[in-house]
Structures are given as structure tokens and as C-alpha cells.
């Protein structure tokens, strides 16, 4: 905008003007292309076969299949009680140790977080393979103990993914209001169970979803340490892929990604619970 010599105001006017909400535009071509199209294809042969001509044809043969086959069924419900378990035992394990670093009572020294943030910056592989040395050498072999063997590798390698949310989310604990508590009379366990653990809810609910989908889809561990004695549901997914069984891998696949709509949707349900919380509290 300018004033031409008799006082007017002149407006300029561009023909292209920039919108913030094209920023955008690059990620959803990403998630188009990336996300959607490949979620597309899985549903397509998930829902269909090949017939003798070689065309693509409707079919419900790979959800009969898996409904149908023990083993499938085996697998699942074993490769749920293995992703429970193991972010139970996260949890159980993370939670202190997150506490006790984001308290500066006891943590006075920022590289101890470090310290167990740092297996992340090593390969995965390389990772279990170490694992499976050191347990080879403690007598804990995958052929005679392996659900003990994959157990602490899955314990092993998902545990900073626990610890790291958790961490976050205590280092924004409201302090007042655990001083509060203590002053109104609470002991030491009351004002963990109706202060602390309340707050720390989105972490743990964070913590667990990092932790409990990866398990389940995991294939490296469980081969690995358990010595191919324990398959879990990522196992049968490549094995399906790898010997072209598309129709059956894609159906086990789209199981995969109704059970991470799932956590999604409890993730979600917790947050808005959360945030309905904190809006009480500010009343």
C-alpha cells in the first residue's frame, strides 16, 4: 500500500497470493502417495484372487483362510499376550526409572538420560545380535529358553521407547499441586495414586502405543533369540509376502492395521479425557 501525491491510497494486487495452508500441499502428496496408495493395494488383494485367466477377482478366501487355520489364530493370540506382556514389564521398569530422572533430587546429572536413550542410536539388528551373544554366554539360549530369550530382548530393545514419553511428560508434572497434596495430609503412596499418576497418564498411554504395536509386528527379535521356536505376527505377514502369498499377507496385514486403529483410538479417548480433566482443574 502507498499514496500517490494527491493523498490517495493505492492498493496493489497480486495475482498469486501465498496461503500458509499450502505448506501442506508437499505432505499430503507424501501421505497420498506413501500412506494411502499402499493401504489401497492391501485392501485390494486382501479381498481378492487370482483366477485362471490371471485378472484379479472378488474373494473371501484369505479372511476364511485365517479364520479358518489354527495357526494363524495361535500366532495372533500369542503375538497379543507377548505385546501385553512386554509393555507391562516396560512399564513396570520405565516408570521409576522416568520418575527418578526427571525429579532433579535425584537426578542431577542430564547424561544419565542420555545413558539409556542411547541403545536407540544403534542398529536394530546389530542390537539382537548382541543380545543373543550375551545370553548364549549367561546359558539362557533361545533352543532351551525361548520365550525367556525373546522376552528380554523385546524388554531390551523397547524399553528407552518407554522410558523417553514418560520422561517428557514428568518433567511437565504440576509440582504445586503435589505439594498441595502432601500439605492437605496425603502420605507418600496417596499422593502418587490421586497426584502423580493421574498427571502421567499421556505418557503412559504414549509409552504403551510405542511400545505394544512394534512388539506385535516385530519378526527380528523373536527369530533371532528364540532360534525360529516362536513366530510372532510379523513373522507370518513376510512369510506370506516372501513365498508370494499376497492374498493372505495382505489380509494379516489389514488385521495389523485394524489393531493400530484401535490403540489409536484408546490413545485418543485418553487424551480427550485428559484434556477434559485439565480443563476441570482450571475451573
Given at each position: 500500500m502507498a499514496e500517490n501525491p494527491k493523498g490517495r491510497k493505492l492498493r496493489f494486487h497480486h495475482k498469486y497470493s501465498f496461503k500458509r495452508s499450502n505448506l501442506g500441499i508437499p505432505y499430503a502428496v507424501f501421505l497420498f502417495i506413501f500412506a494411502i496408495i499402499p493401504i489401497l493395494i492391501i485392501l485390494v488383494y486382501a479381498f481378492t484372487e487370482t483366477n485362471d485367466d490371471g485378472a484379479l477377482v472378488f474373494s473371501f478366501d484369505a479372511l476364511v483362510s485365517f479364520f479358518t487355520t489354527p495357526t494363524k489364530i495361535n500366532v495372533l493370540l500369542v503375538s497379543l499376550f507377548i505385546g501385553i506382556l512386554n509393555t507391562?514389564?516396560?512399564l513396570l521398569i520405565g516408570y521409576p526409572i522416568a520418575y527418578l530422572l526427571a525429579n532433579s533430587k535425584f537426578n542431577k546429572n542430564k547424561i544419565l538420560v542420555l545413558l539409556f536413550i542411547m541403545p536407540m542410536w544403534i542398529n536394530f539388528v546389530l542390537?539382537?545380535?548382541?543380545?543373543?551373544?550375551?545370553?548364549?554366554?549367561?546359558?539362557?539360549?533361545?533352543?532351551?529358553?525361548?520365550?525367556?530369550?525373546?522376552?528380554?530382548?523385546?524388554?531390551?530393545?523397547?524399553l528407552p521407547?518407554?522410558?523417553?514419553?514418560?520422561?517428557?511428560?514428568?518433567?511437565?508434572?504440576?509440582?504445586?499441586?503435589?505439594?498441595?497434596?502432601?500439605?492437605?495430609?496425603c502420605n507418600q503412596v496417596q499422593t502418587f495414586f490421586h497426584s502423580?499418576?493421574?498427571?502421567?497418564?499421556?505418557?503412559?498411554?504414549?509409552?504403551?502405543?510405542m511400545v505394544f504395536m512394534p512388539t506385535i509386528s516385530s519378526y527380528v527379535i523373536s527369530?533371532?533369540?528364540?532360534?525360529?521356536?516362536?513366530?510372532?505376527f510379523g513373522n507370518f505377514i513376510y512369510l506370506n509376502f516372501s513365498n508370494s502369498q499376497w492374498n493372505e499377507?495382505?489380509?494379516m496385514a489389514l488385521i495389523m492395521l485394524?489393531?493400530?486403529?484401535?490403540?489409536?483410538?484408546?490413545s485418543a479417548k485418553f487424551g480427550k479425557q485428559e484434556n477434559n480433566l485439565r480443563r476441570a482443574n482450571l475451573w
Open positions: 507391562l514389564i516396560c542390537r539382537t545380535g548382541a543380545t543373543r551373544d550375551v545370553l548364549s554366554w549367561l546359558g539362557i539360549s533361545g533352543g532351551s529358553y525361548p520365550y525367556l530369550a525373546t522376552m528380554i530382548g523385546m524388554v531390551y530393545n523397547y521407547f518407554t522410558i523417553l514419553p514418560l520422561y517428557t511428560t514428568m518433567l511437565k508434572l504440576d509440582k504445586a499441586q503435589i505439594e498441595a497434596s502432601r500439605d492437605l495430609g502423580i499418576l493421574p498427571q502421567s497418564i499421556p505418557g503412559i498411554v504414549a509409552a504403551s502405543q527369530d533371532t533369540l528364540s532360534e525360529g521356536k516362536i513366530s510372532l499377507g495382505s489380509f485394524v489393531l493400530l486403529g484401535l490403540s489409536m483410538a484408546i
